[in-house]
């Protein structure tokens, strides 16, 4: 899956000649992960060229300590401002007072379908995201079809998971995620400022992209935080 989250990401990076695009493709990228767990995807965005800097939170202080001794294998992520893991919510962050301070990608990878409240919950992550950036997560939808796989053949037939992982009462549908960012004013940008990319796991060969698959499981969901027009009266 980690590999599929770094195409899904170069796809947000945009080559359209707007200003704030091209900002966003020549500087190095600042990036916020929101419930990294074990640091799988933290440490590799800190590795990539052109990344500023991860800032890794997770409010687990079991999974941080995991993740924390992992990253110390490896030489480049002990530099200084490289890879910063937090035990924190992103409740508990402090908010940004300045854009210096937000980040340009905020991730969310199989964190949203975990939490009661997702409106709430993605209300938090908002005011960290520069004009400009995007927020990118990955989730499973609400379908017949996830239940059966996620549900019955993960957790009771194979036992991938255990038991009570899940709750698909929990799953979010793609057009539920675009409801939401549709009612945010600064968020979106119409169709241009959403992306969604529907994955599904072949046995043998790992996960793919499948087109037209994210309403019936796993599937990547990203949105472009817009610049605030000024307004006149």
Same mark, same amino acid.
């Given at each position: 899956?980690?590999?599929?989250?770094?195409?899904?990401?170069?796809?947000?990076?945009?080559?359209?000649?707007?200003?704030?695009?091209?900002?966003?493709?020549?500087? +190095?990228?600042?990036?916020?992960?929101?419930?990294?767990?074990?640091?799988?995807?933290? !440490?590799?965005?800190?590795? #990539?060229?052109?990344?500023?800097? %991860?800032?890794?939170?997770?409010?687990?202080?079991? %999974?941080?300590?995991?993740? +924390?001794?992992?990253?110390?294998?490896?030489? /480049?992520?002990?530099?200084?401002?490289?890879?910063?893991?937090?035990?924190?919510?992103?409740?508990? /962050?402090?908010?940004?007072?300045?854009?210096?301070?937000?980040?340009?990608? #905020?991730?969310?990878?199989? @964190?949203?379908?975990?939490?009661?409240?997702?409106?709430?919950?993605?209300?938090?992550?908002? $005011?960290?995201?520069?004009?400009?950036?995007?927020?990118?997560?990955?989730?499973?939808?609400?379908?017949?079809?996830?239940?059966?796989?996620?549900?019955? %053949?993960? !957790?009771? @037939?194979?036992?991938? @998971?255990? +038991?009570?992982?899940?709750?698909?009462?929990?799953?979010?549908?793609?057009?539920?995620?675009?409801? &939401? &960012?549709?009612?945010?004013?600064?968020?979106?940008?119409?169709?241009?400022?959403?992306?969604?990319?529907?994955?599904?796991? %072949? $046995?043998?060969?790992?996960?793919?992209?499948?087109?037209?698959?994210?309403?019936?499981?796993?599937?990547?969901?990203? @949105?472009?935080?817009?610049?605030?027009?000024?307004?006149?009266?």
């Amino acid at each position: 899956m980690n590999p599929l989250r770094h195409d899904f990401i170069r796809r947000c990076i945009p080559t359209s000649p707007h200003s704030q695009d091209l900002q966003l493709r020549r500087r +190095k990228l600042r990036y916020l992960d929101v419930g990294c767990g074990g640091g799988i995807f933290a !440490e590799s965005a800190a590795r #990539l060229h052109d990344t500023a800097s %991860v800032t890794a939170i997770d409010p687990s202080p079991v %999974v941080l300590a995991i993740a +924390k001794a992992h990253s110390k294998n490896d030489p /480049l992520l002990r530099e200084q401002g490289r890879l910063t893991y937090e035990n924190v919510s992103i409740e508990g /962050l402090n908010i940004p007072t300045t854009e210096a301070e937000q980040y340009d990608i #905020l991730s969310l990878f199989e @964190v949203i379908e975990h939490i009661s409240h997702p409106a709430p919950f993605l209300q938090s992550c908002l $005011p960290f995201v520069k004009p400009g950036g995007w927020i990118v997560m990955s989730t499973i939808a609400r379908s017949w079809t996830s239940w059966l796989t996620t549900k019955i %053949v993960a !957790e009771d @037939v194979v036992g991938l @998971v255990p +038991k009570g992982t899940h709750d698909w009462n929990k799953y979010i549908n793609p057009e539920e995620l675009r409801g &939401f &960012f549709e009612g945010q004013r600064e968020w979106g940008n119409g169709t241009n400022g959403m992306k969604v990319m529907g994955v599904v796991y %072949v $046995p043998g060969f790992g996960w793919r992209e499948v087109q037209g698959s994210e309403g019936l499981g796993n599937y990547f969901f990203a @949105v472009q935080k817009g610049q605030i027009e000024a307004t006149t009266r």
